[in-house]
């Protein structure tokens, strides 16, 4: 019996350009047996509801089978791997350059739960729990994150995603950020990554909101990740399970934009 659809689920089109970067089955193993695309629309459910993984549906793969594929692919950086695959064929659908040479830092502090794991205290936002750092393309692509306990210093925390995304990303060479990074942080990295680092500062004869150049681009995509209800609060108890969210988050989103695309939509 075909089983109606939810909102979240993959049409044809997006299963077919998410197909090839799945990992094959382990050689020596038990062969798969369950239905692939049905196991991706699970563990996409459950990000975009927020549900418990025990509480998927009936009529969707069983939970084990769900967050172990999500689990496994986590660990073996899977996740990561389809956000690179994903964010280059955005960019080239777009009339840009696979990779790029400019981006956006930024960091957001977000409340934990009672499952433990690293936490702390962001003075600054009054916030106890985490942070989630991303560096971002211009157009609000993921290329990093890193998620940390939210005492850490926004220039430490920097250090972090950085220093992670220098080995990976050899066209870049400009990163926008906000004044929490100024300082020290500047020659850290000319000196470390050779980038420049350019800080966006806020006009304070301008009272109330303003969109500062560059800086909305970051936000924006902490916009986006806000859909997904299981990142509505760091429900993990590990940072890294985080990040392979946010990552498959961002899988997800890169898919619907490849499909508007793809059928001349905007």
Same mark, same amino acid.
């Given at each position: ?36 695309? $049905? ?196 429900? $993990? ?30």
């Amino acid at each position: 019996m075909i089983r109606k659809t939810y909102p979240s689920d993959l049409n044809n089109q997006e299963w077919k350009r998410l197909e090839p970067l799945i990992p094959a089955s382990k050689r020596g193993g038990h062969p798969r047996t369950g239905d692939m695309c $049905e196991i991706v629309n699970g563990i996409f459910y459950r990000i975009r509801t927020g549900c418990d993984w025990r509480a998927l549906p009936h009529d969707l793969p069983p939970w084990s089978t769900v967050f172990g594929y999500f689990n496994q692919w986590r660990k073996d950086g899977t996740w990561q791997n389809m956000n690179q695959a994903l964010r280059q064929q955005v960019r080239q659908a777009e009339g840009r350059k696979a990779e790029p040479t400019a981006a956006v830092l930024d960091s957001q502090s977000t409340k934990t739960t009672e499952q433990g794991g690293a936490r702390g205290f962001d003075a600054g936002k009054k916030v106890k729990g985490r942070k989630r750092h991303i560096l971002v393309d211009t157009l609000g692509l993921v290329l990093m994150v890193v998620v940390h306990a939210a005492n850490l210093q926004d220039r430490d925390g920097a250090k972090l995603v950085l220093s992670k995304a220098k080995p990976l990303f050899s066209a870049l060479q400009l990163i926008w950020a906000d004044g929490g990074y100024a300082g020290q942080l500047i020659d850290w990295v000319k000196l470390t990554c050779a980038w420049v680092l350019s800080i966006v500062k806020r006009n304070d004869d301008v009272k109330g909101f303003q969109v500062l150049p560059k800086r909305w681009i970051v936000e924006r995509t902490f916009a986006w990740l806000g859909r997904y209800r299981a990142l509505s609060k760091d429900y $993990e108890r590990l940072p890294q399970t985080t990040e392979a969210l946010i990552y498959a988050a961002m899988c997800h989103l890169m898919l619907r934009r490849l499909s508007r695309l793809a059928s001349g939509k905007t």
